[in-house]
C-alpha cells in the first residue's frame, strides 16, 4: 500500500475507498523537506464494509452496522534530514479521526488514533 495514497498510520485497505486528499511539500534548506498531507476517507458503496489494511472486513461480515461513508479524516506531518551524503532521518507524527462509518458502528467503534516514528536510513 502506498503512503502517498492512504496515508502514513496503514489503518484502511484500497477495498471500497475514496481518499481525497491534499498534500504539499517545501524545502527549507537544501538539507530539510517538510511534508504535510491531510486526507479524508471514505466508502466507496455504503452498504458495503470498512476493509483493515490486511484486507480483513471490520466488523466481521454479516454483522450489523453503519451505511454512514464518512471513514475519518488522517493529517500527516513528515520531516526530513539529509544528515550526510550517505545519511538521512526521517520523523513523522500522524492524526487519524474517526468519522461516523466507524463512531456510530458499535462492533468498530474505537478513539481516534495517533502514531510518531523516527527513522534513519544509511546508504552505503
Not at 477495498?15 to 498531507?37: E, F, H, I, M, R
Not at 458495503?48 to 466481521?60: E, R, T
Not at 454479516?62 to 513528515?78: F, N, Q, R, Y
Amino acid at each position: 500500500m502506498g503512503h502517498a495514497y492512504w496515508g502514513i498510520i496503514d489503518n484502511l485497505n484500497g477495498q471500497n475507498l475514496l481518499d481525497y486528499s491534499l498534500q504539499g511539500s517545501v524545502k527549507p534548506s537544501s538539507k530539510l523537506t517538510l511534508v504535510s498531507a491531510l486526507h479524508w476517507f471514505e466508502k466507496a458503496e455504503s452498504s458495503d464494509p470498512i476493509y483493515n489494511v490486511a484486507g480483513a472486513p471490520l466488523p466481521n461480515p454479516g454483522a450489523p452496522g453503519t451505511t454512514d461513508k464518512d471513514i475519518g479524516t488522517e493529517v500527516d506531518l513528515i520531516a526530513t534530514y539529509q544528515a550526510a551524503k550517505n545519511l538521512q532521518l526521517q520523523t513523522g507524527y500522524s492524526w487519524f479521526f474517526y468519522g461516523d462509518a466507524v463512531t456510530q458502528d458499535a462492533a468498530i467503534n474505537r478513539g481516534d488514533a495517533e502514531f510518531f516514528y523516527f527513522m534513519s536510513t544509511l546508504n552505503f
